[in-house]
């Protein structure tokens, strides 16, 4: 076997120096990271504060006040002032995270319609639920219905006829005069009314009590004297005329003379 040369020899130790210091320091930058994880990861976790204190029962307002005037950390509630007057009941909180305080006051303000909406880390916003606008109804579609009026032209015009239904579609103050029309056909004396069902509903209605043999006749009033003295006389007609009957009856049983 050969003997290396001085030099040959202390070049590689050497080298293997530098080997091992290499691993040796690639090590220690593998469990750095690890330690450096596990300190943070303590740190977070003691920062995150556990809430202990009782509530006596006000509004959510006096909540956040009574929140923030302790040592259980800040908590930020935004909402209209209607909102923020919202009453809540006593409670107790104790060694609990700031998650379940408000998951459980949200679970109560949900029961008056009230909704409690994180939008930070501390940071709360109130808000009501919109009413959804009602639906539109859709009208109903419009029909026509056709009358003939030659009985009623007795002692009526159309015109007449058009204006009491008029009258009568106007008598509710919700219904719209636009939405009822007339036609009338001379030739045939019919009478087209157009509109809502319940239009043509009420010319069903109206229409048949126009009498075509009614005429307006203006009587005299009569004093309670004169109706009595009437009355009287047509009582006394009836008698007479009673009494002749009777008298007539009884000449023509009797037998004759010989």
Do not use: C
Request: glycine share 4%; hydrophobic share 35%.
């Amino acid at each position: 076997m050969k003997n290396l040369p001085l030099s040959s020899f202390i070049i590689t130790a050497l080298l293997a120096l530098g080997s091992a210091g290499l691993t040796a320091h690639a090590a220690e930058n593998v469990s750095a990271p690890s330690d450096s994880t596990n300190a943070s990861a303590s740190a977070s976790k003691s920062k995150t504060p556990l809430l202990n204190f009782d509530f006596p029962g006000g509004t959510i307002a006096q909540l956040v006040a009574l929140m923030n005037s302790t040592d259980n950390g800040t908590i930020n509630i935004i909402g209209e002032k209607n909102d923020l007057e919202t009453p809540l009941p006593s409670f107790s909180f104790h060694n609990a995270e700031l998650r379940a305080l408000t998951d459980a006051v949200g679970t109560l303000l949900m029961q008056q319609d009230i909704y409690l909406t994180q939008t930070g880390t501390n940071t709360f916003t109130l808000h009501k639920r919109r009413a959804s606008a009602p639906s539109a109804k859709t009208p109903p579609s419009p029909v026509s219905q056709a009358y003939q009026l030659a009985p009623y032209l007795v002692s009526l015009t159309p015109e007449v006829i058009t204006d009491a239904l008029r009258e009568a579609w106007a008598f509710d103050p919700t219904h719209d005069p636009k939405l009822i029309r007339f036609k009338y056909h001379p030739a045939t004396k019919l009478l087209f009314v157009y509109g809502p069902p319940e239009a043509i509903a009420m010319a069903n209605q109206v229409i048949p009590q126009l009498s075509p043999t009614a005429t307006v006749q203006q009587t005299p009033s009569r004093t309670p004297n004169e109706s009595g003295a009437r009355l009287e006389s047509i009582a006394d007609e009836v008698s007479r005329r009673r009494e002749e009957r009777q008298k007539n009856g009884a000449s023509q049983s009797m037998p004759e003379k010989r």
